[in-house]
C-alpha cells in the first residue's frame, strides 16, 4: 500500500541552523500539508500546498519557514534558523484530488527535531 | 472557543471490551469532514476513520465506528472488541469548508485520549 514516507527519522541540530526536512507524498497526490506535534501537545497545522504554491499557512509558519517541491516527488520544509522552540515532531501529510477518500490526509512518520 | 474538544485526557478498558471515546466540535460551516487518527509509542499517526457532514450512515471500518451526532456536534470514536495493540494516543480532527476549496483541508486536532488496553 503506497504510503507517506519522511526523512530524516530524527534530526538534531544547534539553535541558529538551518535544517530541511524531507517528504516524498503518496505518488498520485496534490495536496501536501505540514504539521508539527510539539511533545505532549496536540497537533497543529503549518501550512498546506497546491499546485506549486502555498495555499493556506498558520501563524506558526512565519519567515523562518518555507515550503518548496523541487522535484516531481519530493515535498521539503525549511526552517532557516531554528530556535529551541521549534523542537517538535513534524509530519508531512498528503491528500488526493479526488475520488472516495478524497477527503483523508495520510500522515508520513514524522521527523523528531531537536534543537539544541 | 475549542473547534475539537476531547474531554478524557485517558481512558482504560479490558481486553475484549468495547470503548468509546468522546469528541465534540465547533463550527459555522454547513460541509466539514470528521476524522480520527491513532498515534501509537513510536509516533506515526494512523488514520482511522472519517465521516463526511452530509454522510447519513455512521461511518465504519473494521473494529472502528464513528456515532455521529450532527444535532450535537459529538463524533465520538467506538472501537469493539479491544486489542492490546489498540492502546495508544488517539486524535480527533476537523476539516472545516469544503474539500479543495479555500480552506484547501487543512485539519484541527484536538487534544487527545490515551488509550490503555488492560489484559
Known amino acids: 500500500e503506497p504510503e507517506v514516507t519522511q526523512t530524516p527519522s530524527h534530526q538534531v541540530t544547534q539553535m541558529g541552523q538551518e535544517v530541511i526536512l524531507r517528504c516524498v507524498p503518496i505518488s498520485n497526490h496534490l495536496y501536501f500539508y505540514w504539521y508539527r506535534q510539539i511533545l505532549g501537545q496536540k497537533v497543529e497545522f503549518l501550512v498546506s500546498f497546491y499546485n506549486n504554491e502555498i495555499s493556506e499557512k498558520s501563524e506558526i509558519f512565519d519567515d523562518q519557514f518555507s515550503v518548496e517541491r523541487p522535484d516531481g516527488s519530493n515535498f521539503t520544509l525549511k526552517i532557516r534558523s531554528t530556535k529551541l522552540e521549534d523542537s517538535a515532531m513534524y509530519f508531512c501529510a498528503s491528500r488526493a484530488p479526488s475520488g472516495r477518500h478524497t477527503d483523508t490526509q495520510y500522515f508520513g512518520p514524522g521527523t523528531r527535531l531537536t534543537v539544541l | 472557543a475549542q473547534k475539537i474538544t476531547q474531554t478524557q485526557p485517558g481512558m482504560f478498558v479490558q481486553e475484549k471490551e468495547a470503548v468509546t471515546l468522546d469528541c465534540t466540535y465547533d463550527?459555522?460551516?454547513?460541509?466539514?469532514?470528521l476524522f480520527w487518527y491513532k498515534q501509537p509509542s513510536s509516533g506515526e499517526m494512523i488514520f482511522l476513520i472519517y465521516q463526511g457532514s452530509y454522510d447519513e450512515q455512521n461511518a465504519t471500518e473494521g473494529r472502528y465506528s464513528l456515532n455521529f451526532q450532527k444535532a450535537r456536534k459529538s463524533a465520538n470514536l467506538v472501537i469493539s472488541a479491544s486489542q492490546l495493540g489498540d492502546s495508544a494516543m488517539y486524535f480527533c480532527a476537523m476539516r472545516e469548508g469544503l474539500a479543495g476549496g479555500t480552506s484547501y483541508g487543512k485539519l484541527t486536532f484536538g487534544q487527545g485520549t490515551i488509550l490503555t488496553v488492560h489484559p
Open positions: 463550527t459555522s460551516d454547513q460541509s466539514y469532514g
